[in-house]
């Protein structure tokens, strides 16, 4: 699981400060695994949020263009 601050955050697009804020506030669009004093994000959660999809089927790596609406509602229910 990658930790929320720097990965998480920078996936996002978001700064560490406001990571730390959203996930506090359980208002990030992912969950967050806190971990002791770590706050972690599931890999494959970030990854469905960015509507990246892993492989096309032919072993190839390659990123959607979902649009940000879309994911937004899937993963919040929003």
């Excluded at 990965?7 to 208002?27: E, K, N, P, Q, V």
């Excluded at 190839?60 to 937004?72: G, I, K, N, S, V």
């Amino acid at each position: 699981m990658p930790d929320l601050v720097p990965h998480g955050a920078a996936a996002l697009g978001i700064s560490r400060d406001t990571a730390y804020s959203l996930a506090r506030t359980d208002s990030l669009p992912v969950q967050v695994v806190r971990l002791g004093r770590c706050m972690k994000v599931r890999r494959a959660e970030l990854i469905t949020f960015l509507g990246i999809r892993e492989d096309n089927g032919d072993g190839a790596w390659a990123a959607t263009q979902t649009p940000l609406a879309e994911r937004t509602t899937a993963t919040t229910g929003k």
